[in-house]
């Protein structure tokens, strides 16, 4: 009779583990693991980030010198201005395109770092959880134990 009541407080939690559809890590050393993979991955889709970030400012400069090379031919310059003017604009969106990757960098960087402080406050939420949860269950043992004195005293 004890361990059929137990049974059925275990296949209730079982049942409302799976209505709430929450996955608990229960093995710390399994919760580090996961979170060694996580940040290993972001850290590889930051430097592919970081590659593709890289060649902004080439792309920039050399449209633009397109641009540029492309209107003073039509628009019949000498070859001496149109190498002068061609220069510094090469020079001047090279010099546009660096700030914008910074920029970039500066942006991901502020991210990065909200999202370390929002994990690290949702780490804290989940310890502090994870107390109250092992609080919870050591007081649904006692419970179980007492319950178990009392079935004990009335079947003898």
Not at 129 to 136: L, P, Q, V
Request: no cysteine; net charge negative; charged share 40%.
């Amino acid at each position: 009779m004890v361990k059929l009541k137990k049974e059925e407080q275990e296949q209730e939690a079982q049942e409302q583990a799976e209505q709430t559809g929450l996955e608990l890590i229960t093995d710390l050393a399994e919760l580090e693991r996961a979170r060694a993979r996580e940040r290993e991955l972001e850290e590889q889709r930051a430097a592919i980030r970081a590659k593709k970030r890289r060649l902004i400012p080439p792309f920039i400069m050399l449209f633009a010198g397109a641009l540029a090379s492309i209107t003073m031919y039509m628009l019949h310059y000498k070859s001496y201005d149109m190498l002068v003017i061609l220069l510094l604009v090469l020079i001047g969106f090279y010099i546009a395109g660096e700030l914008l990757k910074w920029m970039l960098d500066r942006f991901e960087s502020q991210i990065e770092a909200e999202r370390r402080e929002a994990g690290e406050v949702f780490e804290k939420e989940l310890d502090e959880a994870d107390g109250m949860e092992r609080s919870k269950e050591a007081a649904k043992s006692i419970q179980e134990k007492e319950l178990s004195r009392d079935d004990e005293e009335l079947i003898f």
